[in-house]
């Protein structure tokens, strides 16, 4: 398990960093999210769930794309900052944000939603088993048929190796801890999905070299349109 001195200190070192930087990562939604959105339209998905929503600049673009999203997050004033984002834009009825840690079983019921979506949040402070218990909860919380679209830093990305070492392949740098995927760790966490796709891009001025992954629980014609 993470130290939960370190989970703690990562938990206030985000919450600081969105503070002092609002809206850090710009308003348009990243390149995974477009591309999410594609698979998730051609699936017929409609509610969606995000994991690590941060920001929320991927969420809003959701929902401008016609879909219901709950956003999770463990930062509070982000959260805040999300809602009064999409109420602004006229889109706070289809855009709902949940308080929670993902080290903890996910609030929601069996079958819950169509697609799951997140954004760097797999490659965060989270040990293997960590991860593994998070990929059983989103098999939990979606239909047959549902997705899981992920992103994470692989071992090929230049900051791999490098910084304060915290075991199970995470290191950390300027104060964030990363967990760097390798194919195994992929195929690992698709046990009970059929993995679909996975496909480099990449990101930032380093630049981050990073993995989107496509999952599928097994099942047909229970996603909602």
Not at 3 to 28: C, E, K, V
Not at 131 to 145: N, S, Y
Not at 188 to 202: P, S
């Amino acid at each position: 398990m993470t130290d939960p001195t370190i989970a703690g200190a990562q938990q206030g070192h985000w919450a600081s960093t969105f503070a002092a930087n609002p809206d850090m990562y710009g308003t348009d939604p990243s390149v995974p999210a477009v591309a999410a959105a594609a698979s998730f339209t051609e699936a017929g998905a409609h509610q969606l769930l995000e994991l690590g929503a941060g920001q929320g600049r991927d969420t809003l673009f959701f929902a401008r794309q016609g879909f219901e999203i709950v956003a999770l997050d463990y930062v509070e004033d982000a959260l805040d900052a999300i809602a009064a984002k999409a109420t602004a834009a006229g889109t706070g009825d289809t855009v709902g944000v949940a308080l929670h840690d993902v080290r903890e079983p996910l609030p929601f019921a069996d079958g819950a939603f169509d697609a799951n979506y997140s954004h760097m949040l797999f490659c965060m402070a989270l040990t293997t088993a960590q991860l593994e218990q998070l990929a059983a909860e989103l098999h939990r919380v979606l239909r047959p048929g549902g997705l899981v679209v992920y992103t994470v830093r692989h071992t090929g990305d230049a900051h791999y190796g490098t910084g304060t070492p915290r075991g199970d392949d995470m290191y950390e740098r300027g104060g964030f801890i990363v967990h760097f995927f390798d194919d195994r760790l992929v195929q690992r966490l698709a046990t009970g999905f059929d993995l679909l796709d996975v496909t480099e891009f990449t990101e930032g001025d380093l630049p981050r070299r990073l993995w989107r992954v496509t999952m599928r629980k097994p099942g047909h014609g229970q996603v909602t349109t």
